[in-house]
């Protein structure tokens, strides 16, 4: 699906961790997309299952810890416009809107549903996430 206009956006794990460390497999569509949302002063939402992810990522030796330490201090920075977004009721309730045939990964349906609660496109490269309902950019 395509987005419409400019405004807050929720990124997927790969996607925040490709912006801040000006990775080339993050998309040019999606970088600008970030890129636009920051100038226009809305925040970018990394849901909180990312960081969780990275946690295990790194427990696994797939990512150095420093990508963890990177992501946190942007999201600890108070002038960054990157924020958590909390696994809370409204997103575990949008959880059951996110099919698991479609997206059978738990981490990536809990992505998906906190775009969904939070009414915003979700910047994406997971295909299965791209090919559902989901207004996603990539």
Same mark, same amino acid.
């Not at 420093?66 to 949008?94: K, Q, T, Y």
């Not at 809990?110 to 915003?120: F, K, P, Q, Y």
């Given at each position: 699906?395509?987005?419409?206009?400019?405004?807050?956006?929720? #990124?997927?794990?790969?996607?925040?961790?490709?912006? *801040?460390?000006? @990775?080339?497999?993050?998309?040019?569509?999606?970088?600008?997309?970030? @890129?636009?949302?920051?100038?226009?002063?809305?925040?970018?939402? %990394?849901?909180?299952?990312?960081?969780?992810?990275?946690?295990?990522?790194? @427990?696994?030796?797939?990512?150095?810890?420093? %990508?963890?330490?990177? #992501?946190?201090?942007?999201?600890?920075?108070?002038?960054?416009?990157?924020?958590?977004?909390?696994?809370?009721? !409204?997103?575990?309730?949008?959880?059951?809107?996110?099919?698991?045939?479609?997206?059978? !990964?738990?981490? @990536?349906?809990?992505?998906?549903?906190?775009? *969904?609660?939070?009414? #915003?496109?979700?910047?994406?490269?997971?295909?299965? #996430?791209?090919?559902?309902? *989901?207004?996603?950019?990539?």
């Amino acid at each position: 699906m395509t987005e419409h206009g400019s405004g807050p956006r929720v #990124v997927s794990t790969h996607a925040a961790v490709w912006y *801040l460390q000006q @990775d080339p497999r993050l998309s040019r569509r999606a970088e600008g997309e970030i @890129d636009r949302a920051l100038a226009g002063g809305h925040p970018i939402y %990394v849901a909180s299952i990312s960081v969780v992810e990275l946690v295990y990522l790194s @427990d696994k030796g797939r990512i150095p810890a420093a %990508v963890i330490e990177r #992501v946190g201090r942007v999201l600890r920075d108070p002038v960054s416009r990157f924020r958590l977004a909390p696994l809370n009721l !409204d997103v575990a309730e949008a959880t059951r809107n996110i099919a698991r045939e479609v997206i059978p !990964d738990l981490p @990536d349906r809990v992505i998906a549903a906190t775009a *969904l609660a939070l009414g #915003v496109p979700l910047i994406t490269r997971d295909g299965k #996430v791209r090919a559902s309902s *989901l207004e996603t950019i990539w």
